[in-house]
């Protein structure tokens, strides 16, 4: 199974058509609120047809009974991973998870991660906005513990994250990063990035990567390039 998750991070329907008929596998792929919000669930049944695996990053944050069954009707799309803010408590996880297991096709429901703390949120903007006291680090491990103990299955977390997440959760608690460049890539808009060799041995158990793969000249090439490195082969 695959370790990389492309980001789709396209506007219109002809350049994620475009993208995916380069490969000639399946592929694992992250669709977020930019295409779902553009295109609706469609695009969702659609690129399943296709037989890729989906990571839909649709990050939910609601009353626990809302959470609840909107991830009853995300299972039923039939994507593997979904997820949503940590910051919504345990009671919201937990009903997540029933969601899930309510909704799920043929007896296998999605794995759902939680987002901690958004990278985007400074240190600052933690305390002094959100009113949240102590260091992001701290915060994002509890967010983490929180999430594993109301039954979810990992976290949406930085590479310099995720060892400290799996000595506090256990190894068989998932990490996913993003922030992912190979080593002569531009930055972009990310501010800390990781190469794949970097993210292998921090542990990450799979990793988000849009603009290194997309704007790639050989897109397949590069993308098995990074599978191989995160299959440890
Ligand atoms: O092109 P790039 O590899 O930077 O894209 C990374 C993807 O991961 C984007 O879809 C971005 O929204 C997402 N992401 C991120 N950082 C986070 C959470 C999500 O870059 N902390």
Do not use: W
């Amino acid at each position: 199974m695959s370790k990389t998750m492309v980001a789709l991070d396209f506007s219109t329907r002809k350049e994620v058509y475009e993208f995916l008929l380069k490969f000639k596998e399946p592929i694992y792929v992250k669709i977020g609120m930019e295409l779902t919000y553009s295109f609706g669930f469609e695009i969702v049944r659609e690129v399943k047809a296709m037989g890729h695996q989906i990571f839909l990053d649709l990050k939910l944050h609601d009353i626990p009974n809302t959470v609840k069954q909107a991830m009853k009707n995300l299972a039923k799309l039939d994507v593997d991973v979904v997820n949503l803010h940590a910051a919504g408590g345990s009671a919201m996880m937990k009903a997540a998870i029933e969601g899930l297991k309510e909704g799920a096709v043929n007896g296998k429901r999605p794995l759902c991660i939680a987002v901690t703390q958004l990278t985007s949120t400074s240190q600052e903007a933690m305390n002094e906005e959100l009113l949240i006291p102590g260091d992001v680090k701290d915060v994002v491990i509890s967010y983490a513990k929180l999430a594993k103990e109301s039954g979810l299955d990992g976290v949406v977390c930085s590479v310099h994250e995720a060892k400290a997440i799996h000595e506090a959760c256990g190894s068989d608690f998932l990490t996913v990063t993003p922030g992912i460049r190979l080593a002569d890539d531009s930055k972009d808009d990310q501010k800390r990035v990781a190469t794949p060799v970097f993210a292998k041995e921090q542990g990450c158990d799979y990793i988000v990567v849009g603009r290194s793969i997309t704007k790639s000249a050989n897109p397949v090439a590069t993308y098995h390039e990074i599978e191989k490195t995160m299959e440890g082969k």
